[in-house]
């Protein structure tokens, strides 16, 4: 369970008026599944699941949706290939803009800047990504472990969708 509080102003566009506090809860569940062989330099073989529902009560409602699922196979002794599909959307009155971008989740966002210093990033009231990777040791003692991507991702709210497309090394 999660309480939050938002303050702040309200408004569409440039148009802005101060607005009062907004008090909410949001519990959610979860259902997991995970058969993954996990060694200490990251999942080898198996895959993971995990599929929640959030519905957010109280003056602010809304219902957010995500499924995960990942799939990790085992091509040599000390190399994988991880497969991920992910989406999250947003649903209700009060539908929140999700954004993704960064590390953990598109890494050919969230980096760089746009012409306002606004993180450039994939976001939408839903939002998808694919990756791709295949994970290899670097050095033959396993200290370091190299990664070649590739990732995609696309945003879309009421308005129109966006898509990107990122890899690297």
Known sequence: ???????????????????????????????VHDTSLYTYLGPLDGMRARFSV?????????????????????????SALALRG???????????????????TFR???FEKDAD???VLVKG???ALANVEY?????????????VFCDAAVGSDDHDARTAFGGGV
């Not at 369970?1 to 949001?26: N, Q, T």
């Not at 219902?63 to 091509?75: E, K, P």
């Open 1 to 31: 369970l999660e309480g939050w509080m938002v303050e702040g102003e309200r408004g569409e566009g440039d148009e802005r008026e101060p607005s009062e506090d907004f008090f909410y809860a949001v519990p959610f569940a979860a259902y």
């Open 54 to 78: 959030r519905p957010a009560l109280g003056e602010l409602t809304f219902l957010t949706l995500t499924a995960d699922y990942r799939r990790y196979i085992h091509v040599t002794r000390k």
């Open 135 to 147: 994970r290899f040791p670097l050095l033959p003692i396993d200290l370091l472990r190299g990664v």
């Open 86 to 104: 992910m989406t999250l959307a947003n649903f209700g009155e009060n539908a929140r803009m999700l954004e993704m971008g960064g590390a953990l």
């Open 117 to 119: 210093d606004e993180d």
């Open 108 to 110: 050919g966002r969230g």
């Open 125 to 127: 009231e839903a939002v």
